[in-house]
């Protein structure tokens, strides 16, 4: 089991991107994330998912280069989705 509030390993994450692989899906995520914010109940329900259970709070540090630290997770995807690397992981 993996403690509460750690991203997802490799494997996890393609698990978690399976259904979003698609550009259109990812789009769409991004889409509501950006109509209704992070406090969305599926927005948080996949932010949950993406980090077994718990939505980090910040900092968040990410592997982009350039541009390492997020002041939380919200922010961080929402950059994601706007620079449309929607697979990135922190």
Do not use: M
């Amino acid at each position: 089991a993996q403690q509460l509030g750690t991203p997802l390993s490799d494997q996890e994450y393609r698990q978690f991107f399976r259904s979003l692989r698609a550009a259109h899906r990812a789009s769409t995520a991004c889409l509501l994330r950006a109509l209704y914010g992070c406090q969305n109940p599926l927005v948080q329900r996949l932010d949950e998912y993406e980090n077994h259970g718990v939505i980090p709070e910040g900092p968040i540090c990410s592997e982009l280069p350039g541009t390492p630290f997020f002041p939380d997770f919200c922010t961080f995807s929402f950059y994601r989705c706007t620079r449309k690397r929607y697979f990135i992981k922190v």
